[in-house]
């Protein structure tokens, strides 16, 4: 049965779709494994990257750019690779000084060479779009390599950059939190938790907080569950109108004439 594996270079880059060996020979299942490192042919050129999904070629979507592998990375491909990057520190350096003498207002996080050694990639964030042309140019210039910029969104950055959140504890983002999805103000309504702000619910990174996301399936789940507020429902001190909820311990608040009663959501009859 043939597959698609899916590879990545880098953690904020996106994934390449392989479904064919270098011999044009396709992908059958059990060539290879999540986790293991494989050396890839792209229109860029070659690259060492990391197998992080293999699926059935049938019923999946073609997602990302295309890919052929090589082959498995060896042992001295890893010591080059990671030969290669050892200068990571100095290369931001220079970008970030070469930027400020364009009056650029980046921020470099992150910077990847390429295995095959011709290009270069800096991830950098900014507040707003940037035309780096002229700085592509002066890099090009000192590394005589192609330059790649790739622009960041602000959780993105901030998870790269590491961080430590209100909770004490390093960002979700950081450290297993990696499919954010989208965080909208109608999370902090489900939550119960609008009436704190934005200001207080956001991160690090300005954005609304991502634990929003992350907990928001537990609080729809429970939601569905609970009687709308306003419906009127029957308890044993009798019956009254829901005018909120303690959502994680389903707990109703009711109203009855100028007492208000929580009560547990499986002691609340429609």
């Not at 779009?129 to 210039?141: G, P």
């Not at 960041?152 to 790269?160: E, P, V």
């Not at 309504?189 to 934005?198: F, H, I, K, V």
């Amino acid at each position: 049965m043939s597959v698609v594996v899916f590879i990545q270079l880098v953690s904020w880059d996106g994934l390449y779709g392989a479904s064919f060996l270098r011999n044009e020979r396709l992908i059958e299942k059990g060539m290879f494994s999540v986790g293991e490192r494989v050396i890839i042919k792209t229109k860029l050129g070659i690259d060492l990257g990391i197998v992080t999904k293999v699926a059935d070629s049938k019923g999946t979507e073609a997602t990302g750019e295309e890919a052929i592998i090589l082959r498995k990375a060896r042992s001295e491909d890893l010591r080059r690779f990671e030969n290669r990057n050892k200068d990571k520190k100095k290369a931001i350096k220079i970008c970030e000084n070469l930027a400020r003498k364009r009056a650029l207002q980046i921020k470099v996080v992150d910077v990847f060479f390429s295995f095959d050694g011709g290009r270069i990639t800096f991830a950098f964030v900014a507040p707003g779009r940037v035309d780096f042309r002229l700085l592509v140019k002066d890099l090009s210039q000192k590394f005589y390599k192609s330059i790649r910029m790739h622009q960041l969104g602000a959780r993105q950055g901030t998870g790269l950059a590491g961080d430590i959140g209100p909770c004490g504890r390093p960002l979700c983002c950081l450290t297993f939190l990696k499919k954010l999805g989208h965080i909208t103000a109608d999370m902090m309504s489900r939550q119960n938790l609008a009436q704190r702000g934005p200001e207080r619910l956001s991160g690090v990174c300005g954005k609304l907080k991502c634990c929003l996301s992350f907990e928001d399936d537990v609080y729809s789940k429970i939601l569905k569950e609970l009687p709308p507020i306003g419906s009127v429902v029957k308890i044993k001190q009798g019956q009254g109108k829901v005018v909120g909820y303690y959502i994680l311990k389903k707990m109703v608040i009711i109203k009855i004439k100028d007492n208000f009663f929580e009560i547990p959501l499986d002691e609340v009859k429609a």
